[in-house]
């Protein structure tokens, strides 16, 4: 079965920095999109960021100019260079990815992590 780990959150400044990392693994054929979601506490859950298989990103305008979404295709992995962060930030974050399992049938389902907390302080 496809799994997907997520690590990288945690308790930072405002200002800072994090690189928040999810890989998954499992039985994995390929796959196409991969992405980024937060939620915050009473707010509803928004894209943050996604990339393709080809490189194509898309970002929320929040966060544009701020964060960076890369893949790593070997390692079935993809990233979240958060900087300048700002307490509004602060959310739970999943990583989300579109991946086709090994099998007979070739066909991409939406897989999600577990999520990860980033909390920014003033």
């Known amino acids: 079965q496809v799994q997907l780990a997520e690590s990288g959150g945690g308790l930072v400044q405002a200002g800072g920095s994090l690189r928040l990392s999810c890989a998954a693994s499992?039985?994995?054929?390929?796959?196409?999109?991969m992405g980024w979601y937060r939620q915050a506490p009473g707010k509803q859950r928004e894209l943050v960021a996604a990339?393709?298989?080809?490189?194509?990103?898309n970002y929320a305008d929040s966060v544009k100019g701020r964060f960076t979404i890369s893949r790593d295709n070997a390692k079935n992995t993809v990233y979240l260079q958060m900087n300048s962060l700002k307490p509004e930030d602060t959310a739970n974050y999943y990583c989300?990815?579109?991946?086709?399992?090994?099998?007979?049938?070739?066909?991409?389902?939406?897989?999600w992590g577990q999520g990860t907390q980033v909390t920014v302080f003033s």
């Open positions: 989300n990815a579109d991946v086709v399992p090994g099998g007979w049938v070739l066909k991409g389902s939406a897989y």
């Open positions: 990339i393709t298989s080809g490189g194509s990103t």
């Open positions: 499992g039985s994995i054929f390929s796959i196409n999109s």
